[in-house]
């Protein structure tokens, strides 16, 4: 049977029986809990989308079964390979061929794959002819690497960390996947990188497998056995294969202080394979000595995969000449490496000092503004706080617009009035909108007039010399709003080099905003044009971050793009000072405690989360959302364990959930909708896991308590990419099955009350 024969039979099955597995989303929820929007605030996770009509889940779920907490407690026998060039380089040296797999979480076929089949001997054995690789956008575990360096295996996938199956994702999709994202995938490809066949939409595990037995035995290329085991491991550090690399990793770690010289020497003498995790073994090590010598390997070599650890090491401890030849060593790599020379930048930038913005300047001004009382400037519009009445504020506004064109026309060379005139009709025409919210035609006309006069006023204060910062600040505003971003940010470097530090307004607050963002798009641009950018960039953007975090009119979302721009640099000490300040200025805001979430599990996993925000809430005058909060990251906590196959402690974490989701509604009752919703998907995640842990009874009550607590929640997906109705859907299967008719009908009955919408199946 060829490859197209194949693809055209699976399909056609797949279509008669209405079994098509979802299409993936890149775009999964990697956080859990569903989602959710800041509590009291209206927000909230996107509508529900469709679950599954009865009929066709149980249907699916009897095709295919989903494993359970034994089944997850198996290891995964596939062995894949840890990158696309490993891949390549194992099967030009064996003669075989790869085979590319592609999974999601959530997605019931899919599941059932990772769960039961890639853990099963007989399954292993027919994939063992192939060089296998796996991609799924999916994180399992938060962290790939502990504090010692050692590796941090996907408990779903065992030979692969999360961060490398994930990576391989977005190379697969171009080379492979014809602009569709669909999982489960099986694709062969040949030596030449060529594709044979590529299976997907399969009715069952019987095409899948045939496809993968016919693929190897049509083939005429004899391949070769190559013997590992019996090498000295010194020679194993230039392969590729992940036995070679795990044995070389496994050796170090147990070997004496001479073995280990032996197989750094080795890894030096051995850039082209870039054995990086034995590297990153002794940068972080115990060992000085090693460290040292894995840092001066790292200097030496000119492989660009291995910017990434080099980044990693400069966070290290070091003599000032170690460091100077590292960061030499990423912009050698520079002249082929994108990434390598941008990282070269960011390490020069952040040591700098601005040249435009005078930092300790402006911290020791506005600490003295605040000491005094001293605000400035409107808060309306600078995102923080609630406007006054608006009536009264435009009012108020238009009176002072008036004093001041007043004084213009009593004295015309007045620089100093049209300035201020300039400002005052700014801020009336960013305001027009708001004020006017039930008339948009009268809005737009005030918009209109006062940017006009606004620009006008501020080119007659610049003809009349007037150097104030604002000459430049409000045409440079105007012209953003404008959407004249060219102009807006030419005009706002000279506006931001004359601002005087400390000052608070909001024409201040939003200039420095401007000046940041076109630092960042200059950035990005050079970036995405393979150009080198000058690291003062960096340094100005920094600067212009740091200030508006004190200034009084900053907020909560120009620390999360602060912050969001230090990691994409790879800068993370810098970022988590700054999160750190963020936080402790807006406690209750979402974007800052999602980013605080990740770092925690980045840095100290997931069994570090949950405590992190207990400690939190042991403060006595911690925040008023930080129960909320802490609900959340126990469903974050949870839907990992979920993802990872511990079903019991994923049961445990959802538990500690729902009262931490009940206290904060005590605490504030406005954030009731959320966490209603999300203690409704807690429920519903703690009954699957019961489930899979047999207790039936337990996910009966769980999954009825979750129906009943926010029946808008029951169609959505959670964190994991299922839906409490196709759980309730799961559980009523096994009862029927079981003759337990007296629970099913209670199921039946929970389900019978909800909108029917919500029981229709997934569209592929």
Same mark, same amino acid.
Request: hydrophobic share 40%; net charge negative.
């Given at each position: 049977?060829?490859?197209?024969?194949?693809?055209?039979?699976?399909?056609?099955?797949?279509?008669?029986?209405?079994?098509?597995?979802?299409?993936?989303?890149?775009?999964?929820?990697?956080?859990?809990?569903?989602?959710?929007?800041?509590?009291?605030?209206?927000?909230?996770?996107?509508?529900?989308?469709?679950?599954?009509?009865?009929?066709?889940?149980?249907?699916?779920?009897?095709?295919?079964?989903?494993?359970?907490?034994?089944?997850?407690?198996?290891?995964?026998?596939?062995?894949?390979?840890?990158?696309?060039?490993?891949?390549?380089?194992?099967?030009?040296?064996?003669?075989?061929?790869?085979?590319?797999?592609?999974?999601?979480?959530?997605?019931?076929?899919?599941?059932?794959?990772?769960?039961?089949?890639?853990?099963?001997?007989?399954?292993?054995?027919?994939?063992?002819?192939?060089?296998?690789?796996?991609?799924?956008?999916?994180?399992?575990?938060?962290?790939?690497?502990?504090?010692?360096?050692?590796?941090?295996?996907?408990?779903?996938?065992?030979?692969?960390?999360?961060?490398?199956?994930?990576?391989?994702?977005?190379?697969?999709?171009?080379?492979?996947?014809?602009?569709?994202?669909?999982?489960?995938?099986?694709?062969?490809?040949?030596?030449?990188?060529?594709?044979?066949?590529?299976?997907?939409?399969?009715?069952?595990?019987?095409?899948?497998?045939?496809?993968?037995?016919?693929?190897?035995?049509?083939?005429?290329?004899?391949?070769?056995?190559?013997?590992?085991?019996?090498?000295?491991?010194?020679?194993?550090?230039?392969?590729?294969?992940?036995?070679?690399?795990?044995?070389?990793?496994?050796?170090?770690?147990?070997?004496?202080?001479?073995?280990?010289?032996?197989?750094?020497?080795?890894?030096?003498?051995?850039?082209?394979?870039?054995?990086?995790?034995?590297?990153?073994?002794?940068?972080?090590?115990?060992?000085?000595?090693?460290?040292?010598?894995?840092?001066?390997?790292?200097?030496?070599?000119?492989?660009?995969?291995?910017?990434?650890?080099?980044?990693?090491?400069?966070?290290?401890?070091?003599?000032?000449?170690?460091?100077?030849?590292?960061?030499?060593?990423?912009?050698?790599?520079?002249?082929?490496?994108?990434?390598?020379?941008?990282?070269?930048?960011?390490?020069?930038?952040?040591?700098?000092?601005?040249?435009?913005?005078?930092?300790?300047?402006?911290?020791?001004?506005?600490?003295?503004?605040?000491?005094?009382?001293?605000?400035?400037?409107?808060?309306?519009?600078?995102?923080?706080?609630?406007?006054?009445?608006?009536?009264?504020?435009?009012?108020?506004?238009?009176?002072?617009?008036?004093?001041?064109?007043?004084?213009?026309?009593?004295?015309?060379?007045?620089?100093?009035?049209?300035?201020?005139?300039?400002?005052?009709?700014?801020?009336?025409?960013?305001?027009?909108?708001?004020?006017?919210?039930?008339?948009?035609?009268?809005?737009?006309?005030?918009?209109?007039?006062?940017?006009?006069?606004?620009?006008?006023?501020?080119?007659?204060?610049?003809? =009349?010399?007037? *150097?104030?910062? &604002?000459? @430049? $600040?409000?045409? %440079? /505003?105007?012209?953003? #709003? +404008?959407?004249?971003?060219?102009?807006?940010?030419?005009?706002?470097?000279?506006?931001?080099?004359?601002?005087?530090?400390?000052?608070?307004?909001?024409?201040?607050?939003?200039?420095?905003?401007?000046?940041?963002?076109?630092?960042?798009?200059?950035?990005?641009?050079?970036?995405?044009?393979?150009?080198?950018?000058?690291?003062?960039?960096?340094?100005?953007?920094?600067?212009?971050?740091?200030?508006?975090?004190?200034?009084?009119?900053?907020?909560?979302?120009?620390?999360?793009?602060?912050?969001?721009?230090?990691?994409?640099?790879?800068?993370?000490?810098?970022?988590?000072?700054?999160?750190?300040?963020?936080?402790?200025?807006?406690?209750?805001?979402?974007?800052?405690?999602?980013? =605080?979430?990740? *770092?925690?599990? &980045?840095? @100290? $996993?997931?069994? %570090? /989360?949950?405590?992190? #925000? +207990?400690?939190?809430?042991?403060?006595?005058?911690?925040?008023?959302?930080?129960?909320?909060?802490?609900?959340?990251?126990?469903?974050?906590?949870?839907?990992?364990?979920?993802?990872?196959?511990?079903?019991?402690?994923?049961?445990?974490?959802?538990?500690?959930?729902?009262?931490?989701?009940?206290?904060?509604?005590?605490?504030?009752?406005?954030?009731?909708?959320?966490?209603?919703?999300?203690?409704?998907?807690?429920?519903?995640?703690?009954?699957?896991?019961?489930?899979?842990?047999?207790?039936?009874?337990?996910?009966?009550?769980?999954?009825?308590?979750?129906?009943?607590?926010?029946?808008?929640?029951?169609?959505?997906?959670?964190?994991?990419?299922?839906?409490?109705?196709?759980?309730?859907?799961?559980?009523?299967?096994?009862?029927?099955?079981?003759?337990? /008719?007296?629970?099913?009908?209670?199921?039946?009955?929970?389900?019978?009350?909800?909108?029917?919408?919500?029981?229709?199946?997934?569209?592929?």
């Amino acid at each position: 049977m060829d490859a197209a024969t194949i693809r055209r039979t699976a399909l056609v099955a797949a279509l008669i029986l209405g079994y098509l597995p979802l299409a993936a989303s890149v775009a999964a929820a990697q956080d859990g809990g569903g989602g959710s929007g800041e509590p009291g605030t209206g927000g909230g996770p996107p509508p529900p989308t469709l679950g599954t009509r009865e009929g066709a889940d149980v249907g699916r779920e009897r095709m295919w079964p989903a494993p359970t907490a034994q089944d997850w407690a198996r290891p995964c026998l596939i062995t894949f390979q840890r990158t696309w060039d490993d891949a390549l380089a194992v099967a030009r040296e064996t003669r075989k061929p790869i085979l590319v797999c592609i999974n999601m979480d959530g997605e019931i076929a899919s599941e059932h794959y990772a769960g039961i089949r890639y853990r099963q001997p007989e399954v292993a054995a027919l994939y063992e002819p192939y060089v296998c690789v796996i991609a799924s956008v999916y994180r399992h575990t938060p962290r790939d690497h502990d504090d010692a360096g050692g590796r941090i295996l996907c408990p779903r996938f065992g030979s692969v960390t999360c961060g490398e199956h994930i990576a391989l994702e977005p190379i697969i999709f171009e080379k492979y996947l014809d602009g569709r994202r669909i999982a489960p995938r099986h694709i062969m490809v040949e030596l030449d990188e060529s594709e044979v066949y590529d299976v997907y939409y399969a009715n069952d595990t019987a095409s899948v497998f045939d496809a993968i037995r016919e693929g190897t035995a049509q083939r005429n290329v004899e391949t070769r056995t190559i013997v590992r085991g019996d090498r000295p491991v010194t020679e194993r550090v230039g392969s590729r294969h992940v036995a070679d690399r795990e044995a070389v990793e496994q050796a170090y770690r147990g070997g004496d202080e001479a073995l280990r010289r032996r197989l750094l020497d080795a890894a030096q003498a051995s850039a082209d394979a870039a054995p990086i995790d034995l590297l990153r073994l002794a940068v972080f090590g115990f060992d000085t000595e090693l460290s040292r010598a894995a840092r001066r390997a790292l200097a030496a070599t000119d492989a660009p995969q291995a910017a990434d650890l080099i980044a990693e090491a400069l966070r290290v401890p070091m003599e000032s000449a170690e460091r100077e030849a590292l960061i030499a060593a990423l912009e050698r790599m520079g002249s082929s490496s994108r990434k390598a020379w941008w990282l070269a930048v960011v390490n020069r930038g952040l040591d700098s000092s601005s040249g435009t913005l005078d930092v300790a300047g402006w911290s020791q001004a506005l600490e003295a503004s605040a000491e005094d009382g001293a605000g400035g400037g409107a808060t309306y519009g600078g995102g923080t706080g609630k406007p006054p009445e608006v009536s009264a504020a435009w009012l108020a506004l238009e009176a002072q617009q008036r004093r001041r064109e007043a004084a213009c026309a009593a004295d015309p060379s007045n620089a100093t009035a049209y300035v201020e005139l300039a400002e005052t009709s700014l801020e009336m025409a960013r305001k027009a909108r708001p004020t006017f919210e039930d008339s948009p035609r009268l809005a737009r006309v005030f918009e209109r007039h006062n940017y006009d006069l606004a620009a006008r006023s501020a080119a007659r204060a610049a003809e =009349l010399g007037s *150097r104030d910062w &604002r000459v @430049d $600040g409000v045409p %440079a /505003l105007v012209a953003y #709003y +404008a959407g004249d971003t060219e102009t807006a940010y030419a005009r706002a470097a000279p506006a931001v080099a004359a601002l005087p530090p400390g000052e608070p307004s909001w024409t201040a607050m939003a200039v420095l905003t401007v000046f940041a963002e076109s630092r960042f798009k200059s950035i990005m641009a050079a970036v995405k044009e393979r150009k080198k950018w000058p690291a003062a960039w960096l340094t100005d953007l920094d600067a212009a971050y740091t200030v508006l975090l004190q200034h009084p009119q900053g907020t909560a979302e120009q620390v999360a793009w602060h912050y969001d721009t230090l990691e994409w640099l790879r800068a993370r000490r810098r970022a988590a000072r700054v999160l750190d300040k963020g936080l402790a200025r807006f406690p209750n805001s979402s974007v800052l405690h999602k980013r =605080l979430r990740d *770092r925690i599990l &980045r840095r @100290d $996993g997931i069994d %570090a /989360l949950e405590p992190a #925000y +207990a400690a939190l809430l042991a403060a006595p005058d911690h925040a008023r959302d930080l129960a909320w909060f802490a609900g959340y990251a126990s469903m974050v906590a949870a839907d990992y364990h979920r993802r990872s196959g511990n079903a019991e402690a994923a049961r445990d974490a959802y538990g500690r959930a729902v009262p931490l989701l009940d206290r904060a509604i005590e605490r504030n009752p406005a954030s009731r909708g959320s966490a209603d919703r999300l203690a409704a998907f807690a429920l519903a995640g703690r009954a699957r896991t019961a489930y899979q842990l047999g207790d039936i009874d337990a996910a009966i009550d769980d999954v009825l308590a979750s129906l009943a607590r926010d029946r808008d929640a029951a169609g959505s997906r959670d964190g994991v990419g299922v839906t409490p109705v196709e759980t309730a859907q799961i559980i009523l299967s096994k009862l029927r099955v079981d003759e337990r /008719l007296d629970d099913a009908a209670r199921v039946e009955q929970a389900l019978g009350a909800l909108p029917p919408e919500y029981l229709l199946p997934d569209r592929p």
